[in-house]
Structures are given as structure tokens and as C-alpha cells.
């Protein structure tokens, strides 16, 4: 058996957290109720020994005229971010270098969400992250993104994150698989 280990470091686990704690503050009375915040939340170790691997996220963007773009797409999460592979030429690049405000969400049917709302930057083929973005992203059963073209991945800058656990306790902090 392979052992998953969680790459964020105590201090991106620790910043991590207290974003979770801040969204759960700043989160409208509804939400609080509807995802019963914060008994049924996520911690952030929970939510990266969750997120190992290619998680499929439904990825919104805006286009010029304020219309919102979403499709269903892989994600990273590493080191306490999200990072979409994608290339230059995709819309979703052209959206987010003219207006980085993204949402991303990942579910599964009525048992677990994580809603993110906040803001992308391009990670282009030149910068130091792109090659340990691309390792992962492979080491994870996918193809090179440099496959599809002028590959990139688009980095999620949280504002906020919402999880909400109908089992929290079925989600360790970390697991052996």
C-alpha cells in the first residue's frame, strides 16, 4: 500500500485554517445554518488529506460582459491552493488574465461541498512552480498539460472556502491508502 502524505507544511496548514475560520465568520446567517457551521466543516488538515490527487471542481469564470463560465475540470491542491491545468489559449486563461475573480466547487451529491471563491493568476511554462505543478499533475495519472499546447495552470487565490461534511468524522486528518 501507498502511503498519501499531505505536502502542505504546518504553516500553510496553519494559514490554511485560519481562512476556514474566518470564512465560517464572515459566512451569511443562511449558510452558517444550511452547511451547520462549523459542526459540520472541515479542518484544514481534514481537507488536505481530502484533496490528494486530480479532484474534479466545477471552475467559473467572467467573461467581459459579467456572464459567468463554468465547466467541470481536474484540480491540484497543493501547498493549501487550488491550481487548475489548462493551457494559454483556453478561454478560461483569456477570462482570468482580464479578470481574475473565479469561484470553484467541488461536491459530491448531497454528502460533502467545498465552495471557493476568490481570485486565479496564470502559472505559465516560464515560472520556477510550473515544473512541480506539471510532476504532480502526471504523478497523478494525467497526461503533460505541454500535451494539449501551451500548457499552464491557473492558481486559486482564496478569499474564502466553505466545506460542509454531512460525516466530518468519515474525513481523517490523515489516512494510509
Do not use: C, K
Request: hydrophobic share 40%.
Amino acid at each position: 500500500m501507498r502511503r498519501r502524505i499531505v505536502r502542505e507544511t504546518p504553516d500553510e496548514l496553519e494559514r490554511l485554517q485560519e481562512l476556514l475560520d474566518r470564512s465560517i465568520e464572515e459566512a451569511g446567517a443562511f449558510l452558517r445554518s444550511s452547511f451547520q457551521m462549523p459542526t459540520h466543516s472541515l479542518s484544514a488538515r481534514q481537507l488536505a488529506t481530502y484533496l490528494q490527487g486530480i479532484q474534479t471542481v466545477a471552475f467559473s469564470t467572467v467573461t467581459a460582459a459579467g456572464q459567468p463560465r463554468v465547466a467541470p475540470i481536474g484540480a491540484i491542491f497543493h501547498r493549501a491552493e487550488f491550481y487548475i491545468p489548462t493551457v494559454m489559449t483556453a478561454m478560461r486563461t483569456r477570462h482570468v488574465s482580464r479578470r481574475p475573480p473565479i469561484s470553484l466547487t467541488h461536491y459530491d451529491g448531497i454528502d460533502l461541498a467545498i465552495i471557493v471563491h476568490g481570485r486565479a493568476v496564470i502559472i505559465n511554462q516560464e515560472q520556477p512552480e510550473f515544473d512541480t505543478l506539471e510532476a504532480i499533475h502526471r504523478t497523478s495519472g494525467s497526461e503533460s498539460v505541454r500535451d494539449w499546447g501551451e500548457g499552464a495552470f491557473l492558481r486559486v487565490m482564496a478569499d474564502v472556502i466553505f466545506t460542509f461534511a454531512r460525516f466530518p468524522e468519515r474525513f481523517p486528518e490523515r489516512r494510509d491508502v
